[in-house]
């Protein structure tokens, strides 16, 4: 049924415009005006309360007042248009202008994205905002054009970690034997396999549940799902390994990113990126939320002791492999290795 509601909702966008805009949007920001202003669709799965959703909200605002109402977005949260694949590729339809998806997400139509799913190519957090607030990754962010979108911005989803019922993660061998879930993604269950884990794919709704009966012994994600999604009832140790940085990033269809002027196209960018410093505040105290609730009201256990130089060791032949298997992940990795 949410599938059909999708569909409808999608034709009924389609019929207002295949560029994305509302019925009543003018199809360039040239042409718009307060009266008849340029109005960007951008769809997403997360809920109104999430940190993402609430930057995206200031992002709109602040477009809106900027371009003194020519240009307005409007967003519809909660997989109102459908599920983060079908969101993406309504954009590469011009059904919707703009979506928010996971990076790896992206690779289907552009293979560099591969590499935000690799262990361990962001040495800390400090390292991973320095590289993604770089100019560099700004520059790679804007060129994929050709392949039908752009990236406006990038939003933190903090360091994966390993958390398991009751047994700590401190090298790559405390995972064998154990069926470890994982995004449905190629580099992730490359990954739990280079370490010697069992990865069993599933979508995050199943994983409480898979949790309760055994069908999975742990899983790995930033220190909410503990909390918001109850997972700290069950498992009760968190090994702060930080294998992986995902950044969600928010982007556009290049059809209607061509059709915005140059001087709105930088309104739009300096929105998102400022967008993007306030989640980074709203990210680290949900974290620190998280965990403090972890702790003293569901028990968990955090463990810090982590030899994440064996986990490196470990995955270092992914690198190569995918660097090898897909030439533009090699170019985005010298990229990154090129930020000082």
Aim: charge should be negative; charged fraction near 25%; hydrophobic fraction near 40%.
């Amino acid at each position: 049924m949410k599938k059909l509601i999708a569909v409808i909702l999608s034709l009924s966008l389609a019929v207002m415009s295949l560029a994305g805009c509302g019925a009543e949007s003018a199809e360039s920001s040239a042409e718009a005006t307060k009266e008849n202003p340029m109005v960007l669709t951008l769809a997403h799965g997360l809920s109104e309360t999430h940190t993402v959703h609430i930057a995206m909200l200031e992002f709109a605002e602040k477009v809106e007042e900027r371009t003194e109402g020519r240009i307005q977005v409007k967003i519809y949260p909660n997989g109102q248009l459908g599920s983060e694949t079908e969101a993406m590729e309504q954009l590469m339809a011009g059904v919707v202008a703009m979506t928010k998806v996971s990076a790896p997400g992206l690779a289907t139509y552009n293979e560099a994205y591969h590499s935000f799913g690799l262990p361990y190519i962001f040495d800390d957090t400090k390292d991973f905002y320095r590289i993604m607030d770089s100019s560099q990754m700004r520059d790679f962010f804007l060129s994929t054009g050709e392949d039908g979108f752009v990236t406006l911005t990038y939003y933190t989803s903090g360091a994966r970690s390993f958390y398991t019922v009751d047994k700590p993660i401190r090298t790559p061998e405390d995972l064998k034997g154990l069926k470890i879930r994982v995004q449905d993604m190629k580099s992730q269950t490359d990954m739990i396999k280079a370490m010697g884990g069992t990865p069993v794919a599933m979508s995050y709704g199943d994983v409480y549940t898979s949790l309760q009966t055994g069908i999975i012994d742990g899983t790995e994600n930033n220190e909410t799902a503990l909390t918001t999604g109850k997972h700290g009832e069950i498992c009760k140790v968190y090994s702060t390994d930080q294998h992986a940085m995902i950044p969600d990033v928010m982007v556009m269809s290049a059809k209607v990113w061509n059709g915005i002027a140059p001087e709105d196209q930088k309104i739009i960018l300096e929105a998102a990126y400022e967008s993007t410093d306030s989640h980074k505040i709203a990210w680290d105290s949900a974290i620190q939320a998280a965990v403090e609730e972890a702790k003293t009201q569901m028990g968990v256990t955090f463990v810090d002791d982590i030899d994440k130089e064996a986990f490196r060791e470990a995955t270092s032949g992914m690198i190569s492999e995918y660097s090898s298997t897909y030439p533009k992940v090699a170019e985005l990795l010298d990229i990154i290795d090129s930020v000082e």
